[in-house]
């Protein structure tokens, strides 16, 4: 029996995002495996696992094919946002085991492109067969999901539509420190409020802007750690959860299945929220931000509209630095941005940020950080702890 050994990410990338039209979803997870590789300083031949979803016919085999792998390990496991962080607690798994040594994961999409050329629209439909036909006829959408879900929080614990517009306004503060970022001007919650109504209690403001983009995070075997040019970021623990596909099955609109993966993930790891320097949380709505918070313990439930206020999830000078790159809010949002989520998280711990750095008492690095996805409707969750090396 192989010993299980610690795993690493090593490498982690971009490909061209934003505004992309002369660029194929395949090109892009082609961009970003060549950058990640590049920032590990390994060859494409040391690559034996990938993994991937949304695209082709058979995910991953069609992108392995037209990334020139032929892996031994592979995961196609697909549930929506949380993905990612899924997929990266598969891999470190597979790694520890034995069963791989380097694994890449890699996501492109070209969601914004597509709906500008007329190649899909802006609806995006899961299907009607199985638990979703009893909700489909009634026109009962993603975003409209999300906000009766937000709906039931305010009732329930007082939340106010101001305090979820400060998620979206602290988001876009810290997208104005990021040149990489697709709207970085100001925003207030005044803006936020205005603007028109998309979902009630949901304006446009609340809801992730679309995006074209692509993202690779490359993860090895401790002993291939000094074989690369980056310093290792080191994965410490995960979790993975699902809670439900029809609403009706789902027990508690005010708690995320981020309860559940948060709990194991910290657990695993041998840490505690309170000593995590920055948070990179999943926020297709201003809403998941708000409370994946409370789900991960970094405050008591019910408790997230008062965390939220007073700046506290800025890059300058904020507690709990939240999504500091400035999230699906602000900086991108191509789809299933979970891979987003540990990109960031891993620059943010190398000390590679610039003027969105975030710094501990002291000025020093930080030290911990937590990424956690969502997908589907809430219905899943991944949460992966990091450690800089």
Known sequence: MVARRKVAVVGVALSDCGRVDDATPYALHAQAARRALADAGLDRSMVDGFASAGLGTLAPVEVAEYLGLRPTWVDSTSVGGATWEVMAAHAADAIAAGHARVVLLAYGSTARADIRAGRRTGTLSFGTRGPLQFEVPYGHTLIAKYAMAARRHMIEYGTTIEQLAEVAVQARANAALNPEAMFRDPIT????????????????????????GGAAVLLAAEEYVRDCRTSPVWVLGSGESVSHAAMSEWPDFTV???????????ARAGVRPSEVDFAEIYDAFTYMTLVTLEDL????????????????????????PVNTDGGG?????????????????????????????????????????????????????????????
């Open 189 to 212: 919650v005044d803006d936020v409020a205005s603007g028109p109504m998309i979902a009630d209690p949901f304006t446009k403001l609340h809801c992730c802007l679309r995006s074209d």
């Open 297 to 320: 313990g970094f405050c008591g439930k019910g408790e997230g509209g008062i965390f939220v206020e007073k700046g506290r999830m800025r890059v300058e000078g904020g507690a709990l």
């Open 329 to 389: 809010l602000s900086a991108q949002h191509p789809g299933m941005r979970g891979l987003f989520l540990l990109v960031e998280a891993v620059r943010q711990l190398r000390g590679e940020c610039g003027q969105r750095q975030v710094r501990r008492r002291g000025g020093a690095l930080p030290r911990l950080a937590v990424a956690s996805g969502t997908g589907g409707w809430f219905c899943s969750s991944g949460t992966v702890v990091l450690a800089a090396g």
């Open 256 to 266: 995320s299945p981020a309860a559940v993966s948060g709990r194991l993930a910290f």
